[in-house]
């Protein structure tokens, strides 16, 4: 049986360092051949007839020629560059064979057997006297997003023509994107309960006065910084089918034992536990999703999981509001003991769920071992996938390779670009989310304090709104958030074609223009620009998932970089906005905010900068 295998090559130089990246299709042809259609370059003419069919290629760059050998051991010249060899799910140090060096490699399918085919190709190599460090170098035509059709911009998988790809790409998505997103709605579910909590009879019952609300809020917020990079680091070594839902797990039964608390000094307790727990979910979720999408799948899926947040937000209170009417007083138990109970029965199976459904990571111990939904063939395709871009498997850290992460300009760029965005962005949330007003827990927002002015300020407008109003105005916020956040992720994966930076570009300008008309013009007239206004201070919302999404792909040569950058951005990000909005959004300059509203404008301006 004969076959073609093509492959994709670019990037040569001529000193003799290739940077070469493949895959193979089946093909049939009458010249037994192996060509690069895309480089130009005709590789040597090599028989596929072969039987059994070969299992590995090995495709080399030797005094400026390229050459392939299907052999299993072949005999090399000596060449400038590094080898790959068998990617054993980790890669592996180099040990030099004769003058040949072995590292990593390329997977691909083998068309004329159901047996892999490994396609090797070479990487730079880099020694700094110490240590010697590999990386895969793959042609900037790989990492770019595809151009799809109008089906495929609507769904990118509608573009795959392997049946295998495409089956494999439904089955990712029905459990990696269902799960996050039922874990982030679950999050914001199990964190914003004890705001509903105080207002529905917490606060007497735990005899909970003056700071005291503000204090359980930063006790969570404290553990919610403090485990974000250690988790996300642990989540390099262990399989997220066992890291992540033992963290739902932990925050569900701490949620359930807040019931129990019978003081405050208790609740302190529980929501530090909660937010420890809880921390490595988003940081966590946005890397895995990152180890299995390409470049024009990764930004919508991202964005569409972190829309959640919204969801999970807006359910407490409808939550908190039925069982205080239904439940309250049933076998003993007050409405707030009853909606920490219902949060964590809805979170506990969930988590179980993980343990069931969730893969490993390319690369990890337990991938490429067959599962009763993922068999060994589509972990073939997976690495294929992973490898075709670039994204790196993991590695043992080292003291050099920590030196090189922390001396880089990713770690620290790119957590500052992220503050710098998501600081005017999550600000906002202070003006149209929930949060406290004067510690009694009455939710509040810039825009619902701007209404409910009218009822207590001599406006010259006659205007008053009931509570009822306030809120049905209030609520299409989330609404403009979800689906702006969801046309901005499905145009960067498909008309943008990967460029993240271009909408975060044009929507922090947007956001700067919105906060300064908002600082100045008069506060009682033009009621309905007012409203306009409002409504567009959530269209930044969806960036975050394209930022993690640019993160996650510039950082693809290092999985432990990756893991740490994406980490470092969602940490140092909350730890500012949980200290900075104290000083910027104070209660007091409601409902015109113009400390803040010229602090928003400021950031979004240098983000663009």
Known sequence: MTAMASLMICGLDSSSTAIIAGFATAAKTSQDELYAPRA?????????????????LYLLLTNSKLQLSSADAPSLTPCKTRLMKPWTREMLSAEETGQTDQIAFLPVLNPTSKQPLTLYAMADRKDDGHESTESLVVPAEYRKAKRL????????????????????MYKLDAVLVTFMSCGYFLKYLDQANVNSAFVSGMKEDLGMYGNQLTTAITCWTVGYAVGQIPSNLLLTRISPRWWIPTLE?????????SYKVTSYQGLYAVRFFVGLAEAGFYPGAQYILGSFYKPHELGKRAVFFHTFAGVG?????????????????????????????????????????????????PGQKDA?????WLSAREWTIIDRRIAEIGRAPAKKMTWTRLKK???GWHVWVLPVLYILWVSPEQSFAFTTRSMTENNSGNASSIMALWLKSFNTVDTGTGIRYTVQQINHYVMPIQAVYIVTAWFFGWTSDSVLRGRRWVWPA????????????????????????????Y????????????????????????????ALVVALMNDFAYVVQAIVPNFTWKQVDYPRAQIGLYYSTGLSLAFCA
């Open 506 to 533: 044009v929507t922090t300008i947007l956001n700067a223009a919105v906060c300064l008309t908002l600082a100045n013009i008069p506060l009682y007239k033009h009621i309905t620009g007012h409203f306009v206004l």
């Open 405 to 407: 992460i922390a001396t």
């Open 249 to 257: 797990l932990v925050w569900g039964l701490c949620t359930l034992f």
């Open 40 to 56: 130009r370059h005709r590789l040597c003419p090599t028989s596929m007839a072969q039987s059994p069919p070969p299992t590995k």
């Open 149 to 168: 059709s109008r089906a495929g911009r609507f769904y990118d998988v509608l573009d795959i023509s392997d049946s295998e790809e495409r089956r494999l």
């Open 368 to 372: 490429n071992k067959a599962t009763f």
């Open 313 to 361: 937000t807006l359910c407490s209170s409808a939550l908190q509001a039925a069982t205080f009417s239904g439940l309250r007083g049933v076998h003993g138990l007050s409405g707030w003991q009853w909606l920490f109970i219902i949060d964590a029965v809805i979170t506990l199976p969930i988590a179980v769920a993980g343990y069931v459904f969730l893969p490993a990571l």
């Open 535 to 562: 409504y567009l201070t959530q269209v930044t919302g969806g960036m975050s998932g394209l930022l993690f999404s640019w993160a996650n792909e510039i950082c693809s040569a290092d999985n432990e970089e990756r």
